[in-house]
């Protein structure tokens, strides 16, 4: 399951789901580098930062940026 950080709220990480539903999960179960906009999987009951998903999203957005200011 691969999770988007949309937010940070006190001690919990605000989460859109691939279903765009949105779940809450604790800061300190997650890595401690993770910031907004990182995409994240759980593997083997852990949270990891996936950095390819993260790039190319970062990717995707920029463009979608670029088309819509040029």
Known sequence: ????????????????????????????????????????VKIAGSYRIDKIETDKRKERINKLMDDLWA
């Open 1 to 40: 399951m691969k999770l988007v950080i949309d937010r940070f709220e006190g001690d919990f990480a605000v989460c859109e789901m691939d279903n765009k539903n949105i779940i809450n999960i604790e800061r300190s179960k997650l890595p401690c580098e993770v910031k907004e906009g990182d995409v994240i």
